[in-house]
């Protein structure tokens, strides 16, 4: 394998140290564990002072496996199963000080460095792309880790394991096809289980569409995938989830008001629309986002409905003329607006039409259950129709047939309504109530 060559502090577990000034050639495991029981760095720096700016040159690259890509133990990667992975590839790992012990809110897992041997780089943005591919290739890379100025923190009982290969990272970067390559990693996992299969072949549809488009290539990547479910789904779900992906990127395309031409740079997710692969993350990452609104509408949906069918009701009080809430949020009259409720069904009982009604109440400049100084026929016949006014509630007249953009419809039999009487206090006597209907 390619000697690699790392730099050591005198310390360890030191994070505000930045002076690395002892110079190891790494070529055995004796080599590796003198260096990272310290502090160390895989690159020459200016006056041996880590830090971006300084980066003069590497011939190594180091990346950290923390497995925090799934909580499930079959997914994780050991070094045996990343060299089963990177068939080819020389790399050596050490164990990092957190291995197999709690880290933050995650469970104990295995948890190592790579050290992979490269030709010499004295760009550090070509260094830093190196990482930045890999972590985007393989979830279980840390991708928060990719800079050209990184260091690692030494582990005095790290364990090391060599992989001795002849290929090189950066060469099998450039040789590697996407599909072969996300072959491989399928290829050492397990099954997927059936708790996760709709929700991990929908993350690997928009994986594999941003790195091939929408090909035959990925296609046959996703059908492969889809091969790891057990039980298998459906030929129809298999197509559903492949579509939900693909099917929102031509509608966006297609919008009158799409804008191809127009570049934005999202810095967060390092992404240029001009960018092809950029403008199919976004399309991607927006039907995956309209999904999951799709389903937390759902949720939302169905959680209303049980407490509907239990005779809750949710009941908007800001345009209920004569009824507020109490700091329980149950209904309860306002007695400034009452006796504007009682007048109107007085009126109506002594023989006025709501236009007179109407007229009246705009004359007097009674102010609207919208706030506004004109009165409406309309109004006026809301309020004489509304059950609420006699203590009851008729939960869905109305229903959401949208959740993107909330359009609602007369309930007229689509779905359940329930009728729950006595549910608050009346500002109008039933009886008078059933004698103004």
Same mark, same amino acid.
Request: charged share 25%.
């Given at each position: 394998?390619?000697?690699?060559? &790392? ?10 140290? $930045? ?8 070529t055995t495991?004796?080599? #590796?564990?003198? +260096? ?22 590497s ?15 079959a997914?994780?990667?050991?070094p ?7 068939d080819?590839?020389?790399?050596? $790992? ?11 809110? #995650? ?9 992979f041997?490269?030709?010499? +780089? ?21 991708s928060?880790? %990719?800079?050209?100025?990184?260091f690692i923190?030494g582990?005095? $009982?790290?364990?090391?394991?060599i992989?001795? !290969? ?24 397990? #099954? ?11 993350k690997?549809? /928009?994986?594999?569409? %941003?790195?091939l ?7 046959q ?8 479910? *057990? ?18 990127a ?7 008001g ?5 570049? %934005? ?17 976004i399309?991607?990452?927006?039907s ?7 389903s937390?509408s ?21 345009n209920?003329? /004569? ?8 209904? +309860?009259i306002d007695? $400034?607006?009452?006796?504007?409720? !009682?007048?109107i069904?007085?009126?109506y009982?002594?023989?006025h039409?709501?236009s ?27 309020? &004489? ?6 203590? *009851?509630?008729?939960?869905?007249k ?5 959740f993107?953009?909330k ?5 007229? /039999?689509e ?13 109008? *006597? ?8």
């Amino acid at each position: 394998m390619k000697p690699m060559t &790392l730099y050591a502090a005198t310390v360890t577990g030191v994070q505000s140290n $930045t002076i690395y000034p002892h110079r190891h050639t790494i070529t055995t495991e004796t080599d #590796l564990k003198a +260096v990272a029981g310290f502090d160390h760095v895989a690159a020459t720096y200016t006056a041996n002072k880590r830090s971006t700016t300084g980066f003069i040159t590497s011939d190594c690259v180091v990346m950290d496996i923390d497995n925090g890509h799934s909580d499930s133990p079959a997914e994780w990667i050991t070094p045996e199963r990343l060299a089963e992975v990177m068939d080819g590839v020389g790399f050596m $790992t050490a164990t990092s000080r957190n291995h197999h012990t709690p880290k933050g809110s #995650l469970s104990a897992r295995p948890r190592f460095h790579v050290y992979f041997p490269i030709n010499p +780089v004295s760009d550090a943005a070509v260094y830093a792309g190196l990482k930045q591919t890999l972590a985007a290739r393989f979830p279980f890379f840390d991708s928060n880790a %990719v800079d050209a100025g990184r260091f690692i923190y030494g582990n005095p $009982t790290t364990t090391i394991e060599i992989f001795d !290969r002849d290929g090189l990272l950066d060469e099998w970067l450039d040789a590697a096809d996407d599909l072969d390559v996300f072959a491989a990693w399928d290829e050492v996992t397990q #099954l997927i289980g059936e708790g996760s299969r709709n929700a991990t072949l929908s993350k690997f549809a /928009g994986r594999i569409l %941003v790195r091939l488009g929408k090909t035959e290539a990925a296609r046959q990547a996703f059908d492969y995938k889809a091969a790891q479910c *057990d039980p298998p789904l459906s030929a129809w779900e298999v197509e559903r989830i492949w579509a939900s992906a693909c099917r929102f990127a031509t509608k966006v395309t297609s919008q009158p008001g799409y804008l191809p031409g127009v570049e %934005v740079y999202f810095e967060k997710e390092n992404i240029y629309t001009f960018d092809s692969k950029g403008e199919l993350l976004i399309t991607i990452m927006s039907s995956l986002a309209q999904e999951e609104s799709r389903s937390i509408s759902e949720n939302v949906t169905w959680g209303h409905r049980r407490r509907f069918a239990e005779g809750k009701a949710l009941i908007s009080y800001k345009n209920l003329l /004569g009824y507020t809430k109490n700091s329980d949020g149950d209904l +309860v009259i306002d007695e $400034t607006e009452a006796p504007i409720v !009682r007048r109107i069904y007085a009126n109506y009982l002594a023989g006025h039409t709501p236009s007179q009604s109407a007229a009246d109440l705009t004359r007097d400049e009674v102010p609207t259950p919208q706030g506004k100084q004109v009165w409406s026929v309309s109004t006026i016949n809301s309020i &004489l129709r509304n059950e609420k006014y006699k203590g *009851d509630v008729l939960i869905q007249k109305t229903f959401t047939i949208d959740f993107l953009t909330k359009k609602t419809k007369k309930n007229e /039999g689509e779905v359940p309504q329930y009728y729950v009487s006595g549910h608050h206090e009346p500002i109008v *006597d039933p009886a008078v109530w059933e004698r103004v209907q």
